[in-house]
């Protein structure tokens, strides 16, 4: 292991295992509470939005051209609008992202089913293929049930996702920790 990488867990696994629990945690809240976490996921992207638009417009400036600086700035401005209206209106902001987050599921595990076809008989082709037939199902989930999927559906995902970014957190930390009593 990288001499930085090893000083580094060694001092960061409590905040690492602190986060990583706060993550777990969160994931769970979201999970029991999907409603809650999908207004909450849509507020929290509206903001994104708004400060990446404020981003864009800073970059618009270094445009060659009025054209393109006329470009650059009506992105900007729609990309500030979207995050307003998700800020404003979280609830229908809900049924966008829940009909977005359907149609990319669909797509990404109909995807990977065709990489892992393409690729049969190589190491890792199966998991690929599991991975897409999980995608496909959560997408046809999510979309046939629509619109009552935005009721829950970010919820449930976002609450999964945190609480697998809180077990790699806290397995990160355990090996601070370890590295840590070794000296």
């Known amino acids: 292991m990288d001499p930085e990488v090893r000083a580094g867990l060694q001092r960061s696994w409590k905040v690492l295992m602190g986060v990583g629990i706060l993550a777990i945690l969160t994931g769970c809240f979201a999970i029991l509470v999907p409603a809650v976490a999908s207004v909450g996921t849509a507020i929290f992207i509206g903001w994104v939005l708004i400060f990446v638009g404020g981003f864009l417009i800073a970059a618009a400036f270094s ?15 729609l ?26 599921f669909l797509f990404m595990g109909v995807t990977r089913i065709a990489v892992a076809f393409m690729g ?47 077990w790699t957190l806290t397995s990160i930390a355990l090996v601070g920790k370890d590295l840590a009593k070794r000296g």
């Open 120 to 166: 049969r008989g190589q190491q890792g082709a199966g998991l690929i293929g599991l991975s897409g037939v999980c995608g496909l199902l959560i997408g046809i989930l999510v979309l046939v049930k629509f619109p009552s999927s935005a009721d829950w559906a970010i919820g449930l995902l976002v609450g999964i996702d945190l609480i697998f970014a809180g």
């Open 63 to 77: 445009a060659h051209s009025v054209g393109s600086l006329l470009l650059r700035l009506l992105w900007a401005a």
């Open 79 to 104: 990309t500030i609008i979207v995050g307003l209206w998700l800020i404003i209106e979280p609830h229908n902001g809900t049924l966008t992202l829940t009909f977005v987050l359907g149609v990319y």
